[in-house]
């Protein structure tokens, strides 16, 4: 009996936290634009070293880096884009991007970082089988569509906040400690296999 | 107020430029069917009517498009299309027949590619032809019935070709190729093709093809489109085509118009101006004709419901009004495809 109420409770908070996460989506801005956005204080690295180490998140994962100082305030943006995919019974195929810009804004132990400017363009398959960008029909993510398509078009908005949520959390790290391929690595660690031991 | 899930640290998928990296066998197709009647109610022994331009011809039937399916893989720079289809359309009137029994199935792409470097690849084998605006996929066509342009100019081009990027406005294409439509030149692979692609503005392409060889003969094509505002876009295509030996050939052009009312509809426009030369080896005189169509594209998801009309007004008297073949200078035709892309 009490396992059995042991389990109903674990099965009770599984579902809730399911819920809770299904609930989660972007805010928005002023003009009704998806924006996620984070303050994270309490950061014990000067503003410089924070400013460089967005920097170079962005050069290694991203495109168009660009330094900034509006009012005093150091800022890093740069755009990127990740796939979305159309999923099909026997596989998936690409079925388009979204693009995005993401803007790291750096004060004394506090930083912000927004991702914004989420814009769909769609891919089509050409006359070699490939599938393409169809160039000029970008969407941005906040439009709304017909009843007939909205299924997917939910799911590309849902793996976009998924991605913006990521990235915002691989950012958190590198914020931190200097991430990528041009940061010094360790050296290997060699040990002893001998006698003595 | 904003709420966030928490994802491990690394659970980033892809951060970087989109195009594909290494990824698993993609798998994608499509399926269509259609009903065409003509209303002049012509149908010849075959079961078709009127219009002769490719598929959407079988009069006043539940008839068959064609099931393709496309697999394809990237891993590091090596890549391949394998493309197949099933049915009427993919089948004999794609032209090919593997069996040649009119019941084959059909290979619309078969290639390989090697993307040397960000701006260069190398692409061998048969391949969907790099000619024209229309194409045979019913998924990369506003309109179902396609252009007298299309179906006189080739399917496919085998061949070896190379693919240069200048920038992302201009690139070039060349390549030695075997006759139209053939798996296999008897002549000797010796048909030289040439592509440049211009990307003017954003939402704009144009690509002037050059294709000569013989007995295959010479092409010369301009294919553009612009995406002028996120519901109207403008396209165009013309042609010449001389065959070898002074054994006639065709010239003309189409003009495509297409808005985008919503997500769900889309209504769009084709004229075409299409002339057959003359042929002086067989003593046949030039003609002419005008094809006008409208077609309208309602999307449901994978799904797409095209109706359409047309009417096509020969210089000379190039159809059937009746049952009993009384010639006529016109004829018009509707048609209700269904395409579903997966």
């Given at each position: ?19 809770a996460q299904?609930?989660a989506f972007f805010a928005t801005d002023?003009?009704?634009k998806y924006v996620l956005a984070e303050v994270v204080d309490s950061v014990r690295i000067p503003k410089e070293e924070m400013t460089g180490n967005a920097t170079l998140f962005m050069q290694e994962h991203m495109q168009g880096v660009q330094a900034s100082a509006g009012d005093g305030v150091p800022q890093v943006t740069a755009t990127g884009s990740f796939p979305v ?12 991007v979204i693009n995005y810009r993401l803007i790291v804004e750096v004060k004394d132990n506090r930083y912000r970082y927004v991702i914004r400017d989420f814009v769909f ?19 941005p993510l906040e ?13 590309h908005r849902r793996s976009a906040f998924e991605f913006a949520v990521s990235l915002g959390e691989d950012l958190k790290v590198c914020m931190l400690k200097k991430c990528g391929t041009s940061s010094p690595k360790k ?11 | 107020m904003k709420k966030f899930i928490f994802l491990p640290a690394g659970f980033l998928a892809l951060t970087s430029a989109a195009i594909?990296q ?321």
């Amino acid at each position: 009996m009490k396992i059995f109420g042991a389990l109903c409770v674990i099965l009770f908070t599984l579902v809730k936290s399911l819920q809770a996460q299904e609930e989660a989506f972007f805010a928005t801005d002023e003009a009704g634009k998806y924006v996620l956005a984070e303050v994270v204080d309490s950061v014990r690295i000067p503003k410089e070293e924070m400013t460089g180490n967005a920097t170079l998140f962005m050069q290694e994962h991203m495109q168009g880096v660009q330094a900034s100082a509006g009012d005093g305030v150091p800022q890093v943006t740069a755009t990127g884009s990740f796939p979305v995919y159309k999923k099909a019974s026997l596989g998936k195929h690409q079925d388009g991007v979204i693009n995005y810009r993401l803007i790291v804004e750096v004060k004394d132990n506090r930083y912000r970082y927004v991702i914004r400017d989420f814009v769909f363009v769609p891919y089509e398959r050409n006359r070699y089988g490939q599938f393409e960008a169809q160039k000029g029909k970008d969407v941005p993510l906040e439009t709304e569509v017909s009843k007939l398509n909205r299924k997917q078009w939910e799911a590309h908005r849902r793996s976009a906040f998924e991605f913006a949520v990521s990235l915002g959390e691989d950012l958190k790290v590198c914020m931190l400690k200097k991430c990528g391929t041009s940061s010094p690595k360790k050296s290997k660690e060699r040990i002893s296999l001998g006698e003595s031991w | 107020m904003k709420k966030f899930i928490f994802l491990p640290a690394g659970f980033l998928a892809l951060t970087s430029a989109a195009i594909a990296q290494d990824e698993g066998l993609s798998i994608s197709g499509s399926v269509d069917t259609y009903f065409k009647y003509d209303f002049s109610e012509y149908r010849d022994d075959d079961g078709n009517s009127n219009i002769g331009t490719s598929f959407a011809n079988e009069q006043n039937s539940i008839s068959l498009g064609m099931l393709n399916v496309v697999l394809e893989q990237k891993v590091g720079k090596a890549s391949f299309v394998g493309d197949l289809a099933f049915g009427p359309r993919g089948q004999d009137q794609s032209l090919l027949n593997a069996g040649g029994d009119n019941n084959s199935f059909h290979i619309q792409n078969l290639y390989v590619n090697y993307q040397f470097t960000e701006e260069f690849s190398m692409t061998a084998g048969y391949m969907g032809t790099f000619v024209g605006y229309e194409i045979i996929s019913p998924t990369g066509n506003f309109n179902y019935s396609t252009s007298y342009l299309f179906t006189n100019g080739p399917f496919q081009n085998a061949g070896i070709k190379g693919e240069y990027a200048f920038s992302d406005k201009v690139g070039l294409m060349v390549g030695l190729f075997n006759d139209w439509n053939v798996y296999q030149d008897f002549n000797g692979v010796s048909d030289f093709g040439a592509q440049l692609s211009l990307a003017p503005v954003e939402g704009w392409e144009a690509y002037i093809n050059f294709v000569t060889g013989h007995p295959s003969g010479t092409e010369i094509d301009l294919t553009t489109g612009y995406q002028i505002t996120d519901a109207f876009f403008l396209g165009l295509n013309a042609a010449d085509y001389s065959a070898p030996d002074d054994a006639g050939g065709f010239a003309g052009g189409a003009l495509y118009a297409q808005y985008a009312f919503s997500d769900a509809f889309a209504l769009g426009a084709r004229g075409e101006y299409f002339e057959w030369k003359r042929n002086k080896v067989d003593d046949i005189a030039g003609t002419s004709v005008t094809a006008l169509t409208l077609s309208g594209n309602v999307k449901a998801g994978p799904l797409t419901v095209i109706p359409e009309f047309r009417i096509d007004m020969g210089k000379d008297e190039m159809f059937y009004k009746n049952k009993q073949m009384d010639p006529t200078k016109n004829a018009s035709q509707f048609v209700l495809a269904a395409v579903y892309s997966f």
